[in-house]
Nanobody, 127 residues
Framework: QVHLVESGGGLVQAGGSLRLSCEAS????????MGWFRQAPGKEREFVAA????????NYADSVKGRFTISRDNALNTVYLQMNSLKPEDTAVYYC????????????????????WGRGTQVTVSS
């Protein structure tokens, strides 16, 4: 019913930057929270970043804290993930997710909390 479309992935040298975009098919204000997850080959999908206007919280995985920033442009129905100082271990498919339900804090770190998912965009960081 609700569609999320990621873009902005690509190949970048270590130390470089990328900005991922996630455009939603309805106003982003209608979601309780939106987040980013990633999955590297042979590994489990893991939490990256999330923002909720339900409990006014923003969370980052320890591995990206200080390097990645999540933000929103409600006029464009879009959520962004700015990624700086990229490392080879950041290489993964990045997925955008949105939640229609309320929650707080660590709720947004759990994949099961989200109702809508994009199809992903590949990020590859060379050394």
């Amino acid at each position: 019913q609700v569609h999320l479309v990621e873009s902005g992935g690509g190949l970048v040298q270590a130390g470089g930057s990328l900005r991922l975009s996630c455009e939603a098919s309805r106003p982003t204000e209608r979601f309780y929270a939106m987040g980013w997850f990633r999955q590297a080959p042979g590994k489990e999908r893991e939490f990256v970043a999330a923002n909720s206007w339900n409990d006014d919280s923003t969370n980052y995985a320890d591995s990206v804290k200080g390097r990645f920033t999540i933000s929103r442009d409600n006029a464009l129905n879009t959520v962004y993930l700015q990624m700086n100082s990229l490392k080879p271990e950041d290489t993964a498919v990045y997925y955008c997710a949105a939640s229609d339900g309320g929650g707080y804090g660590s709720d947004w770190l759990r994949m099961a909390r989200y109702d809508c998912w994009g199809r992903g965009t590949q990020v590859t960081v060379s050394s």
